[in-house]
């Protein structure tokens, strides 16, 4: 199984400034990683596919990098809908698997 | 516009069975793969199962041989039967469409599963 680990469990930011992601995985999954946004109570919500393309009407402030085992999503700017949970999800080997998520919260 | 509604999620005592569905709509439903992911209680997220639109199933090594995931093309629905629940099983489980190779872009809104006595 394809173990991805997600860095820092908590990001602790302002509106405006910039949020960098990391998310490793054990093995290499290609440019098969997909990121995530989840508002509490809420379904999580695509925002990138294939390590780098962004879903249907994702924001340009969210963009992703990275291939085989180290992957990053860069969120621009914050803005005040951007504080919330974040995972990656390997799509090349199954079982499938996701991290263990990054909190984004306001300081 | 894209929906995906699940039912049949309620308490149900450890060892007992309960059968999911996914009503589909606002897409081609037989043409694409679908999922089942779970998220425990103030959890992370966890992949449970997948079908391609070929039919082909996947399955957590958690769950595999306890649940089977199958859906209806006629009836624009996915279903997963779950059996030999265990308390550890209790969680959201969402129903979510692929929109390339395993990446999810619409979700339903969840539905809850309860294994307690």
């Known amino acids: 199984e394809t173990v991805l680990t997600q860095s820092p469990a908590t990001l602790s930011l302002s509106p405006g400034e910039r949020a960098t992601l990391s998310c490793r995985a054990s093995?290499?999954?290609?440019?098969?990683l997909a990121w995530y946004q989840q508002i509490p109570g809420q379904p999580p919500r695509l925002l990138i596919y294939?390590?780098?393309n962004r879903a249907a009407g994702i924001p340009a402030r969210f963009s992703g990098s990275g291939s085989g085992t180290d992957f990053t999503l860069t969120i621009s700017s914050l803005e005040p809908e951007d504080f919330a949970v974040y995972y990656c999800?390997?799509?090349?080997?199954?079982?499938?698997?996701f991290g263990g998520g990054t909190r984004v919260e306001i300081k | 516009e894209v929906q995906l509604v699940e039912s049949g999620g309620h308490l149900v005592q450890p060892g007992g069975s309960l059968r999911l569905s996914c009503a589909a709509s606002?897409?081609?439903?037989?043409?694409?793969?679908m999922g089942w992911v779970r998220q425990a209680p103030g959890k992370g997220l966890e992949w449970v199962s997948g079908?391609?639109?070929?039919?082909?199933?996947w399955y957590a090594d958690s769950v595999k041989g306890r649940f089977t995931i199958s859906r209806d093309n006629s009836k624009n629905t996915l279903y997963l039967q779950m059996n030999s629940l265990r308390a550890d099983d209790t969680a959201v489980y969402y129903c979510?469409?692929?929109?390339?190779?395993?990446?999810?872009?619409?979700w339903g809104q969840g539905t809850l599963v309860t294994a307690s006595s």
């Open positions: 979510a469409k692929d929109v390339y190779r395993w990446a999810l872009d619409y």
């Open positions: 606002g897409f081609t439903f037989s043409g694409n793969a």
């Open positions: 079908i391609g639109s070929d039919f082909k199933t």
């Open positions: 093995q290499s999954v290609n440019n098969y």
């Open positions: 294939d390590a780098s």
């Open positions: 999800q390997q799509c090349s080997n199954w079982p499938l698997t």
